[in-house]
T-cell receptor, first 113, second 113 residues
């Protein structure tokens, strides 16, 4: 059974204090690793897709990286508007023809001014 | 206008009632999905559809049914709602490539009393 584990569950940072969120995955054949941002009461908003180990993607203050066992979401000099829950999800071959995502429980990030 | 819309956005109903949640998309995607989100459990896949004639069960399909009325419309039904179906429900869509990015709607908050 596919598993995606995110840590920490919650993280409180000061504005400008850089940090990283972790996503560990145990899947049979990763097809894609996805990062989403979710604001309270809203749907997940797509951030990044990573397909192979060593791949990196950046967007503004966010950078996602992927290894064979985990992914990191690095946040550089965050601002209060970066406060949200960040979700990691995996799509794998173990689902056969299925194409659903296995989600982690998320990291709730708070950036204090 | 939003690419993925869901109606209703909020619904309160009673145990035993039949409920239908609707999803429409203007992204031109073939694949559509229904997920539910519960506090502490993350998002879980209920049903997915690769096209109008191809519908598949996800991880937690018991108690739910779906209908793909057109490429752009995918409905989720609770035939006889029960309190533990109280959750946030999200529709998502993706293009017709394996492990393509899934884009989520704004969600429906369902409360079953």
């Amino acid at each position: 059974e596919d598993q995606v584990t995110q840590s920490p569950e919650a993280l409180r940072l000061q504005e400008g204090e850089s940090s990283s969120l972790n996503c560990s995955y145990t899947v049979s054949g990763l097809r894609g690793l996805f990062w989403y941002r979710q604001d309270p009461g809203k749907g997940p908003e797509f951030l990044f897709t990573l397909y192979s180990a060593g791949e990196e993607k950046e967007k503004e203050r966010l950078k996602a990286t992927l290894t064979k066992k985990e992914s990191f979401l690095h946040i550089t000099a965050p601002k209060p508007e970066d406060s949200a829950t960040y979700l990691c999800a995996a799509n794998s071959y173990s689902g056969g023809g299925a194409d659903g995502l296995t989600f982690g429980k998320g990291t709730h990030l708070i950036i204090q001014p | 206008d939003a690419d993925v819309t869901q109606t209703p956005r909020n619904r309160i109903t009673k145990t035993g009632k039949r409920i239908m949640l609707e999803c429409s998309q203007t992204k031109g995607h073939d694949r559509m999905y229904w997920y539910r989100q519960d506090p502490g459990l993350g998002l879980r896949l209920i049903y997915y559809s690769f096209d109008v004639k191809d519908i598949n069960k996800g991880e937690i399909s018991d108690g739910y049914s779906v209908s793909r009325q057109a490429q752009a419309k995918f409905s989720l039904s609770l035939e006889s709602a029960i309190p533990n179906q109280t959750a946030l429900y999200f529709c998502a869509t993706s293009d017709n490539r394996v492990a393509d990015t899934q884009y989520f709607g704004p969600g429906t908050r369902l409360t079953v009393l």
